[in-house]
């Protein structure tokens, strides 16, 4: 496998990492205008509560709200209600996932930072229950005592609700339970932060992390690397440690260590009512250790796949609507094609192209630009 060809498929699975970013960022009230330059020029606060070697993290730096009103704006008024019914039902079903409401628990005091990290391969490093990976949701808060007066409320109504104090924080989680429908994450606010996790330990060590000196990815020369090459206003931010990511897709907690520590960072902006992911992959110096980091991070045989089916070429157009002469001809040239597109649509119905372009190495790193192209 030649280097380029890494470099785009490197690409694609960054794209596709965030997919599910990108599936909350198409979505949001007042002052949205202020996002239409690009996005913020800031950078995620709660990287101070993720570890120094967590596999990856993703920022929302915009409350959604705002970025829905960048949508609806460039929605003809016809489709402006069945769109807003079709976010409703998207963020009530994404956010149970952790056991809330989105309307009703979080939309009143949500700020402007969304951070999720997963922290750790196995957090009880117990090989008797097996690979039990830690999860770590991060979100700022506008008002801590509306959070807290909100968070309250919903632990009322819930059974086997527990409370510990921890390092001057109050984490309050549910106790395991056969018959619970679904499962309630453990909560804290730290400061003008709410931390969300699958387990209290999780909540306590982030703690630790932000107490800590140089233990918090904040202070990781790694991170600190990957953004500074950061020069326009964005609303997304994404770190991933490719060796770490790998062994957490193949269900592991082992991590396969390669010669030098390979990182993929990618910030996301807006262009017009369109999204541009930027990614950067450093830590590949040669065609053996881009071969290697390509058979650790795409090691899934559907994940290749779908990848290979879509980047072959240094710049490609992929039209998910069959509007153009292209897509027959892409459906003969790339295997999985069709496939592709049908699922790709199926997850985003208001995504109508992806634009790629392989833009080569550029200070110690290989570079890539990604468009999605938005209905209006």
Do not use: C
């Not at 009703?104 to 402007?112: A, H, P, Q, T």
């Not at 949701?137 to 919903?154: D, E």
């Amino acid at each position: 496998m030649n280097r380029s060809f890494w470099q785009i498929l490197v690409g694609g699975a960054a794209a596709l990492l965030l997919i599910t970013i990108v599936s909350l960022i198409l979505i949001a009230s007042q002052s949205s205008i202020n996002l239409l330059k690009g996005g913020v020029n800031t950078f995620p606060q709660a990287t101070v509560f993720v570890p120094k070697q967590a596999p990856a993290m993703v920022s929302l730096l915009a409350n959604p709200e705002k970025l829905y009103g960048i949508r609806q704006v460039t929605l003809p008024l016809q489709k402006r209600q069945s769109d807003r019914q079709q976010w409703q039902q998207w963020t009530t079903d994404l956010v149970s996932r952790i056991g809330l409401d989105y309307q009703r628990d979080l939309k009143s005091w949500l700020g402007n930072e969304i951070t999720l990290a997963i922290t750790a391969l196995d957090f009880d490093r117990n090989f008797d229950n097996g690979t039990q990976p830690g999860y770590l949701l991060t979100t700022k808060t506008r008002n801590t005592q509306l959070t807290q007066k909100s968070l309250r409320n919903f632990y009322a109504q819930q059974d086997n609700i527990s409370v510990e104090k921890y390092k001057g924080a109050s984490i309050m989680f549910q106790s395991a339970t056969k018959n619970r429908s679904r499962p309630i994450w453990a909560s804290s606010v730290v400061g003008n932060f709410v931390l969300f996790a699958n387990h209290p330990q999780i909540i306590k060590e982030a703690i630790n992390q932000a107490q800590a000196v140089n233990l918090n990815l904040e202070q990781s020369d790694y991170y600190q690397t990957a953004i500074s090459s950061i020069d326009r206003p964005h609303i997304g931010i994404a770190y991933i440690n490719v060796p770490a990511t790998s062994a957490w897709l193949n269900k592991s907690a082992v991590v396969k260590q390669s010669q030098n520590n390979q990182t993929l960072s990618a910030f996301l902006s807006i262009n017009r009512s369109n999204l541009v992911v930027q990614t950067a992959l450093t830590g590949v110096a040669d065609s053996v250790a881009s071969s290697q980091a390509y058979k650790s991070l795409i090691n899934n045989s559907e994940l290749k796949q779908i990848v290979d089916s879509l980047f072959l070429k240094h710049k490609t157009y992929i039209d998910l609507t069959e509007k153009t002469s292209l897509t027959n001809l892409l459906k003969e040239q790339i295997p999985l094609y069709e496939v592709t597109r049908l699922a790709i649509k199926a997850l985003l119905p208001n995504l109508e192209a992806i634009a790629f372009e392989n833009q080569g190495d550029r200070d110690h790193a290989t570079r890539a630009e990604i468009l999605f192209k938005l209905a209006t």
